[in-house]
């Protein structure tokens, strides 16, 4: 007679896996890292490499002397899609020694320090960003100017992002800052300076559609954040500015599609049903907003995630009515 045997979950259905999720997400963000090499050159596979070596090294690391585990996890590719989020949230000129540290804090504090994949409240990339742009402002605020090859790695020629003039523009009323903006086409398709998953809106929106269409993610989270930045931008347009234009910079600037499709569709951090999903981008995109209209910083994703990553048990509260269920 056979044994019926029960597992704890996760469980795994139709073929899939962790390791198969995981490299979808990796190749959806194969076409955005394509076009950072090109706009950053060497920069960009530099940062990148480190970024994604220090990642895997580490969790093996803690796995090994630390956790005392005999099976590497190192192989579900999660360290690896960790480094390279976390590279693209990177400038492409930053220090090699920074990039290790905020790779270690990454997989160190924001993981492993859980329990490691699945057990972590916090989005581990998004971890080892704000942890580096607390601890390294300056480096972390100095972006490259996009030269393509000829962009330097450690003695890049810089220059402000689009979010720095938008922010001027916002605090001071001041709009003539319009005219150091990039054109919209430039924004959509990546000429721009800025961290490696702010240059193309476009590439990023194609790598999120391919997620999607691979039912990798749902549509809830990226629509609820997008549709919540294009209303409070429209709302908030400065006197003397057109509102489709400023929504249009506001939404294809900074991080917001790599947030919106990569960062906060993370499973283990994002809630589990569809009404949880849509309060939980509407509060990223409402949070970030509010950073980018009135905070210190021009850029706020970061920072809204985490916040909300810090509600996702109260949102996993919502849930459907069971079949015959009373209502209370």
Not at 248 to 262: C, I, R
Not at 267 to 296: C, D, Q
């Amino acid at each position: 007679m056979k044994q019926f045997i029960t597992t704890p979950a996760p469980h795994a259905h139709s073929g899939d896996s962790v390791r198969k999720n995981m490299l979808l997400v990796i190749l959806a963000l194969v076409p955005a890292y394509a076009v950072s090499v090109w706009q950053f050159g060497f920069g960009a596979l530099i940062t990148a490499a480190i970024s994604v070596a220090a990642c895997v090294l580490t969790e093996w690391l803690i796995s090994r002397f630390l956790l005392k585990e005999q099976r590497q996890t190192i192989g579900d590719l999660s360290a690896v899609l960790t480094g390279l989020l976390l590279a693209f949230n990177l400038p492409s000129s930053l220090d090699w020694w920074i990039v290790l540290i905020g790779a270690v804090v990454a997989i160190g504090v924001g993981k492993m320090t859980f329990g490691g994949l699945g057990q972590n409240p916090f989005n581990p990339a998004l971890v080892g960003r704000v942890f580096l742009l607390i601890s390294f402002p300056a480096q972390m605020t100095t972006w490259p100017v996009a030269k393509g090859f000829a962009t330097s790695y450690l003695d890049a020629e810089t220059g402000a992002t689009p979010l720095y003039y938008l922010k001027h523009i916002m605090k001071s009323g001041d709009t003539s800052f319009v005219d150091q903006l990039p054109s919209l086409m430039d924004s959509f398709v990546g000429a721009m300076g800025g961290s490696l998953g702010e240059v193309s809106a476009a590439a990023l929106i194609l790598g999120g559609l391919i997620l999607i269409c691979c039912r990798v993610i749902t549509w809830h989270i990226p629509v609820a954040i997008i549709g919540t930045v294009a209303l409070f931008s429209w709302i908030a347009t400065p006197a003397g500015m057109d509102p489709s234009t400023f929504v249009g910079y506001q939404l294809l600037s900074g991080g917001l599609m790599l947030g919106a499709f990569f960062m906060a569709t993370d499973y283990v951090t994002s809630p589990m049903s569809a009404w949880g999903k849509i309060i939980f981008g509407i509060g990223i995109g409402f949070i970030m907003m509010v950073i980018r209209t009135w905070g210190a910083y021009p850029e706020g994703m970061s920072f809204a995630i985490l916040i909300m990553n810090a509600c996702v048990p109260l949102l996993n509260k919502i849930r459907p009515q069971r079949f015959g269920e009373k209502k209370k």
